[in-house]
């Protein structure tokens, strides 16, 4: 469907203002959904716990470790959004990438941990807990800065 009328140069004008207006409030909203640096480190530290979970004896104990480390990584995930009242969307492609690449390098030193606690002493598991510690420390920082610089170019 054709239109003859003239566009008006005032509502270029508007759009564009209009559309800085949303960049700016974009760029608000990301500053305000960091997580701190708390949540990071709580995160990395349940990771580790289950990554060093095979230095522990009785299955009972390590189950419920698993539960536990579960728990807390819902908790933290579902507290953040929360706290910031603020639903994400998708965090983009890089951010889902550096996810998916941590999450493997969890279960590869929790099968490394395994394998120390069955050949070694159960104190050397305590090697792979930390690597895997300093990994989610640093991946879920990574993780939150990708997926706001996300939010803030708006895609």
């Known amino acids: 469907m054709e239109t003859n009328s ?3 140069p005032g509502s ?18 990301a500053e305000r959904i960091a997580a701190p640096w708390s949540m990071h480190a709580l995160l990395a530290t349940a990771a580790a716990v289950f990554v060093a979970s095979p230095a522990i004896d009785s299955d009972g104990t390590r189950n419920t470790v698993f539960v536990v480390t579960l728990v807390v990584i819902v908790t933290v995930f579902s507290d953040a959004e929360r706290r910031s009242r603020v639903r994400r969307g998708r965090p983009g492609t890089g ?10 390098t969890i279960l590869i030193l929790f099968s490394v941990s ?16 930390a690597m895997c ?5 640093a991946g879920s920082r990574a993780y939150d800065r990708l997926s706001r610089e996300t939010l803030r170019r708006g895609r």
């Open 95 to 104: 951010a889902i990438a550096l996810a998916i690449g941590m999450l493997a």
């Open 133 to 137: 510690f300093g990994v989610v420390l």
């Open 12 to 29: 270029r004008a508007e759009a564009r203002r209009a559309l800085d207006a949303l960049g700016t409030d974009r760029a608000a909203l």
């Open 114 to 129: 395994l394998g120390l606690a069955a050949s070694l002493k159960a104190w050397w598991v305590g090697l792979p807990a």
């Open 6 to 8: 003239p566009i008006d």
